[in-house]
Structure formats: C-alpha cells, structure tokens
Nanobody, 117 residues
C-alpha cells in the first residue's frame, strides 16, 4: 500500500524557517520523481516544487525559488523541504506528492504551516 506521511509543520514567525519531511512507503521511491504542493485556506492546490528520482535536479515555483530547498534521501525513503525566509502568504497545508509512475498525483495527509507574527 502506498503511504506518504508528512511531518515537521508548525507555527513560525515571518522570516523563520521550518523543515518538512515526507516518509514514503509502498512504492519504489528511489526511481520516482516527487513534488511538494500546498493548499492555502480557501484556495486550490499549488505546485511548490519538484525533484527528480536521483535528487540531482530540483525545480521551484517563482514564489518560493531562493527560499525553499527540496532534497531527498533515497536510502531512507524520505523527501524533505527546507523552508526559509517564510512569509505570511506561505501559510498552507503542505503535501508531498508522487510525481511519476502509476501512482502519480497521490499525496499524503499533509502537514500544516502557519506563518504569523
């Protein structure tokens, strides 16, 4: 069974940092591209960034480029998102999402990030 479990969210002040993790099970993580997506209150799903299966290539939306960094540890079947210089508009539920293969689009339950003074 495919499982994606996000963690690491919380409440942080503007300018602060968080590190999100996503533990993956039930599929071949090391050969699968992955994404992070987010959903702000009352808004639709928004693509934050993606990473290829080996972790060599990362891609970001213009809103987060230069502030967020994706990485992965294929030995631990874990995806990461480092969030720096957080802004109030980054407040959202953050999800990891499978980016390739038969389970493409599948996402976890999410972890909440709230940026507030």
């Amino acid at each position: 069974e495919v499982q994606l479990v996000e963690s690491g969210g919380g409440v942080v002040q503007p300018g602060g940092s968080l590190r999100l993790s996503c533990a993956a099970r039930g599929f071949d993580f090391s050969t699968t591209a992955m994404n992070w997506v987010r959903q702000a209150p009352g808004k639709g799903l928004y693509w934050v960034g993606g990473i290829n299966s080996g972790g060599e290539n990362t891609y970001y939306s213009t809103d987060v480029k230069g502030r967020f960094t994706m990485s992965r540890d294929n030995g631990k079947n874990t995806l990461y998102l480092q969030l720096n210089s957080l802004k109030t508009e980054d407040t959202a539920m953050y999800y990891c999402q499978i980016g390739s293969g038969n389970e493409s689009g599948r996402r976890g339950q999410g972890t909440p990030v709230t940026v507030s003074a």
